[in-house]
Nanobody, 114 residues
Framework: QVQVVESGGGLAQPGGSLRLSCSAS????????VGWYRQTPGKQRELVAA???????NYADFVKGRFTISRENAKNTVYLQMNSLKPEDTAVYFC????????WGQGTQVTVSS
Protein backbone atom coordinates (compact mmCIF):
# COMPACT_ATOMS: atom_id res chain seq x y z
CA GLN A 1 0.00 0.00 0.00
CA VAL A 2 1.35 3.38 -1.01
CA GLN A 3 1.50 6.13 1.59
CA VAL A 4 2.73 9.69 1.25
CA VAL A 5 2.89 11.48 4.59
CA GLU A 6 3.77 15.07 5.39
CA SER A 7 5.13 16.16 8.74
CA GLY A 8 6.86 19.11 10.36
CA GLY A 9 4.09 21.67 10.28
CA GLY A 10 3.16 23.79 13.23
CA LEU A 11 3.24 27.31 14.55
CA ALA A 12 6.08 29.66 13.72
CA GLN A 13 6.65 33.34 14.32
CA PRO A 14 7.12 35.76 11.44
CA GLY A 15 10.74 35.56 10.38
CA GLY A 16 11.04 32.06 11.79
CA SER A 17 11.71 28.71 10.15
CA LEU A 18 10.13 25.31 9.75
CA ARG A 19 11.20 22.20 7.89
CA LEU A 20 8.56 20.04 6.32
CA SER A 21 9.16 16.41 5.42
CA CYS A 22 7.37 14.29 2.85
CA SER A 23 7.97 10.60 3.34
CA ALA A 24 6.76 7.80 1.11
CA SER A 25 6.35 4.09 1.54
CA UNK A 26 5.34 1.46 -0.96
CA UNK A 27 7.00 3.21 -3.90
CA UNK A 28 10.51 3.93 -5.09
CA UNK A 29 10.47 7.61 -4.30
CA UNK A 30 13.60 8.23 -6.35
CA UNK A 31 11.57 7.67 -9.53
CA UNK A 32 9.08 10.38 -8.66
CA UNK A 33 8.95 14.08 -9.32
CA VAL A 34 7.81 15.63 -6.06
CA GLY A 35 6.10 18.91 -5.41
CA TRP A 36 5.03 20.89 -2.38
CA TYR A 37 1.71 22.69 -2.72
CA ARG A 38 -0.28 24.81 -0.33
CA GLN A 39 -3.90 25.73 0.08
CA THR A 40 -5.87 28.20 2.13
CA PRO A 41 -9.65 28.19 2.60
CA GLY A 42 -11.50 29.34 -0.48
CA LYS A 43 -8.41 29.30 -2.69
CA GLN A 44 -7.01 26.85 -5.18
CA ARG A 45 -4.07 24.71 -4.27
CA GLU A 46 -0.89 26.33 -5.56
CA LEU A 47 2.57 25.05 -6.30
CA VAL A 48 5.24 26.15 -3.84
CA ALA A 49 8.28 24.20 -4.98
CA ALA A 50 9.12 21.09 -6.93
CA UNK A 51 12.06 18.78 -7.42
CA UNK A 52 12.45 16.37 -10.29
CA UNK A 53 13.81 12.87 -9.92
CA UNK A 54 17.11 14.19 -11.34
CA UNK A 55 17.22 16.91 -8.70
CA UNK A 56 16.17 19.91 -10.77
CA UNK A 57 14.26 22.39 -8.65
CA ASN A 58 11.80 25.16 -9.31
CA TYR A 59 10.05 27.60 -7.02
CA ALA A 60 7.07 29.86 -7.00
CA ASP A 61 8.11 33.50 -7.12
CA PHE A 62 6.60 34.16 -3.71
CA VAL A 63 9.04 31.75 -1.99
CA LYS A 64 12.21 32.23 -4.01
CA GLY A 65 15.14 32.97 -1.75
CA ARG A 66 13.24 31.84 1.34
CA PHE A 67 12.31 28.18 0.78
CA THR A 68 14.53 25.30 -0.31
CA ILE A 69 13.36 21.93 -1.55
CA SER A 70 15.65 18.92 -1.37
CA ARG A 71 15.44 15.17 -1.48
CA GLU A 72 17.11 12.27 0.27
CA ASN A 73 16.27 9.23 -1.81
CA ALA A 74 17.91 6.80 0.59
CA LYS A 75 15.27 7.85 3.14
CA ASN A 76 12.44 8.13 0.62
CA THR A 77 11.97 11.70 1.80
CA VAL A 78 11.68 15.17 0.32
CA TYR A 79 12.14 18.24 2.49
CA LEU A 80 10.95 21.80 2.33
CA GLN A 81 13.07 24.16 4.38
CA MET A 82 11.09 27.32 4.99
CA ASN A 83 12.93 30.38 6.27
CA SER A 84 11.89 33.99 6.76
CA LEU A 85 8.31 32.90 7.16
CA LYS A 86 5.53 35.41 6.65
CA PRO A 87 1.94 35.37 7.90
CA GLU A 88 0.81 34.87 4.30
CA ASP A 89 2.66 31.55 4.26
CA THR A 90 -0.04 30.21 6.57
CA ALA A 91 -1.70 27.30 4.78
CA VAL A 92 -2.05 23.56 4.64
CA TYR A 93 0.97 22.20 2.83
CA PHE A 94 0.62 19.11 0.67
CA CYS A 95 3.14 16.83 -0.96
CA UNK A 96 2.53 15.37 -4.40
CA UNK A 97 4.51 12.49 -5.90
CA UNK A 98 4.18 12.10 -9.64
CA UNK A 99 5.41 9.26 -11.86
CA UNK A 100 2.74 7.76 -14.11
CA UNK A 101 0.49 7.76 -11.04
CA UNK A 102 -0.02 10.76 -8.79
CA UNK A 103 -0.07 10.39 -5.02
CA TRP A 104 -1.03 13.13 -2.58
CA GLY A 105 -0.43 13.28 1.12
CA GLN A 106 -3.03 14.45 3.63
CA GLY A 107 -1.32 17.75 4.32
CA THR A 108 0.26 19.46 7.28
CA GLN A 109 -0.84 22.78 8.74
CA VAL A 110 1.62 25.66 8.84
CA THR A 111 0.62 28.73 10.82
CA VAL A 112 2.78 31.83 10.90
CA SER A 113 1.68 34.23 13.59
CA SER A 114 3.05 36.28 16.45
Amino acid sequence: QVQVVESGGGLAQPGGSLRLSCSASGISFSLYNVGWYRQTPGKQRELVAAISRSGTTNYADFVKGRFTISRENAKNTVYLQMNSLKPEDTAVYFCKADFRIVYWGQGTQVTVSS
